[in-house]
């Protein structure tokens, strides 16, 4: 059985950015996981990846918190073709007012 400690060390990756970093990423579907990405120069094709981890953050400003002020983050541990693995989030969504944008939060 799986302790507390072992559960998150198997959903989170040794190595969080202390802040993400944009990345162009191509997917199949629009709420779906990266097929592909490139990131530092190098393009990675995506083998299998998990299912998405939805956080919400509330946007700072003002007193109150109108429902329309989160955002949410769809979360992906990816695992790629050469062996690499990341932890990627897709922030915003398709049909918005901008276009969702692709981000690595972490590796290993």
């Given at each position: 059985a799986?302790s507390?400690p072992?559960?998150?060390?198997n959903?989170?990756?040794?190595?969080?950015?202390?802040r993400?970093?944009?990345i162009e990423?191509i997917?199949e579907?629009?709420?779906?996981?990266p097929?592909?990405f490139?990131f530092?120069?190098?393009?990675?094709?995506?083998?299998?990846?998990?299912?998405?981890?939805?956080?919400?953050?509330?946007?700072?400003?003002?007193n109150?918190?109108p429902i329309?002020?989160f955002?949410?983050?769809?979360?992906?541990q990816?695992?790629?073709?050469?062996?690499?693995?990341?932890?990627?989030?897709?922030?915003?969504e398709?049909g918005?007012?901008e276009p969702?944008?692709?981000f690595?939060?972490g590796?290993?």
């Amino acid at each position: 059985a799986l302790s507390v400690p072992d559960f998150l060390a198997n959903r989170r990756p040794p190595l969080l950015f202390k802040r993400p970093k944009p990345i162009e990423a191509i997917a199949e579907v629009p709420d779906g996981p990266p097929k592909q990405f490139s990131f530092r120069g190098l393009r990675f094709k995506v083998k299998n990846s998990t299912p998405p981890e939805r956080i919400i953050e509330p946007l700072l400003g003002g007193n109150t918190m109108p429902i329309n002020s989160f955002k949410a983050r769809d979360y992906y541990q990816i695992h790629t073709e050469s062996g690499a693995k990341f932890f990627i989030y897709k922030s915003g969504e398709y049909g918005g007012t901008e276009p969702p944008k692709w981000f690595v939060h972490g590796v290993g």
